[in-house]
């Protein structure tokens, strides 16, 4: 992420940027992101013209490709489902984490995926998913780079969809992917815990939550299970 901003101040083409090694790994709020070798670290660097809030729907885009990519490498697609806002669990554990970053001009989508290691439990805050790796839960071992090179075109391909249609059929694979929809869950805001079941997402992206006291719409939480 780092690297993307700096890049992004000398350079106005898109690219992809993968570190094999990172040295101050972060991910949502500042917490940190563990990265043992063979993991993956990777972020797209993109100048969109949309306003914020289309800017921020690219986290779904970016979760159709991480599905569309692991689907690819095992050829199993049941194991796989999409955590609101911005996770994709494998067996019902975390194995891969989205974050996006906005600089004056730019935007930085950061994925980091769990190929060969998991962090321990000791790594992750309590109620939170834990966390799983790619090769301990389907056996399929692939390198960065190779998973990059996957990646890359899926996201091509979603962002064509989003470019070019909006967020309605992003909106709508997302969800046929989603994790515990119908289900019941906590949305912990910064301020407040709600439970309720999740009925899905808006035209924005936002949480649907049915609540005790009524239906509620979560622009930003933590989602517990």
Request: glycine share 8%; proline share 8%.
């Amino acid at each position: 992420m780092s690297e993307a901003a700096r890049v992004a101040a000398s350079s106005a083409l898109p690219q992809w940027i993968l570190a094999l090694s990172q040295s101050a790994a972060h991910g949502r709020r500042g917490r940190p992101w563990s990265m043992p070798a063979g993991n993956f670290a990777a972020t797209l660097l993109m100048f969109p013209k949309e306003a914020p809030a289309g800017v921020a729907l690219r986290s779904f885009v970016a979760s159709l490709a991480l599905y569309d990519a692991f689907v690819t490498v095992t050829g199993r697609s049941a194991p796989f489902a999409l955590k609101w806002p911005n996770d994709v669990l494998l067996n019902g554990g975390k194995v891969a984490g989205i974050l996006l970053e906005r600089g004056p001009a730019h935007l930085a989508i950061g994925i980091g995926i769990n190929l060969a290691v998991a962090p321990g439990a000791a790594d992750v805050e309590p109620g939170a998913v834990p966390p799983v790796s790619l090769v301990h839960e389907t056996g399929a071992r692939v390198a960065p780079e190779d998973f990059l090179d996957i990646l890359a075109p899926a996201f091509a391909h979603w962002e064509a969809q989003f470019t070019a249609y909006g967020f309605a059929p992003i909106r709508e694979a997302w969800l046929a992917r989603a994790a515990r929809l119908g289900e019941p869950i906590r949305a912990r805001t910064l301020r407040e815990e709600h439970h309720g079941t999740f009925e899905g997402i808006d035209s924005a992206g936002n949480l649907v939550l049915a609540a005790p006291s009524g239906r509620l719409t979560i622009p930003a939480a933590e989602v517990y299970f």
